[in-house]
C-alpha cells in the first residue's frame, strides 16, 4: 500500500483535505504544496527508487521478510544500484537521494507487510483504521515511530501503539501484531518523507 498507489491517503488526511492551487496561466507550473498536488511525473521522480527496487520484489521482501545476512547483503545491492540510477537519471543532490531513498524503503516495508498482514487475515476495514492511528500519536510517540530502525525502540511507545492497534481490530498474536507495528511506522517513514520532499520543493 505505497503512497503512490493510494493518492497520499495513507495518514494525515486532514492535512491533505480541498489543496489551494494558485490561478494558472499556460507559463505557469501549478503551485505544490502538498503531496497531493504533485504531478504524475514529480510522483514518478520520487518514486524512482522504489521503482528501481520493486523490480526485484522477491530479493527484497526477502531481507524483510526472512533478514538473514544474505537477503539483507543482496537487497543492499539492490538499493545502491537503484540509488545510483535515479541520482544518474534526475541529477539529485546527495539530500534528495536520501529523501527518496527513504520513501522507497519506506514503501517497500509498508507493502511488505501488508502481503503479511492479508495473508494472516486482515481485511480492509482493519487497514482503515490503522491509518487513523498516526493522527491520534502524540508528537513524542510520532517521532519515536519514526526513529525506529535507527535506534532502540522505546517500550512505552510500543505498549501504546500496540493497543492503538488492538483497538483497530488487529488481532495481539505477537506474529501478527510485530508486523502491524512495521506496517504502521513504514506508513509513517513514507509520509513523513514525502511532507519533507514537497517542503524542501524537490522537484
Known sequence: MALRNIAAACLG???LAAPAMAQ???QQAPVVKTPDDLSDAQMDELYCIYDEMAKTPDAV???IIVGDEESVASARVIHTVARTTCVTKHKWSAEQADV???VAVSAILADVTEDELRKLGLQDKTFEAMMKIA???SA???EAMLSMGQKKADEATLERVRKSLTDAGVPKDK???EAAVAFLQGSMAEYDA???WVDAKFY
Request: glycine share 0%; charged share 15%.
Open 175 to 177: 506474529n501478527t501484531m
Open 24 to 26: 494558472q496561466t499556460p
Open 140 to 142: 513524542a510517540d510520532f
Open 13 to 15: 488526511l486532514a492535512l
Open 194 to 196: 514525502v511532507l519533507t
Open 61 to 63: 521482501a526477502r531481507s
Open 135 to 137: 493522527d491520534k500519536l
Open 100 to 102: 527518496a531513498a527513504t
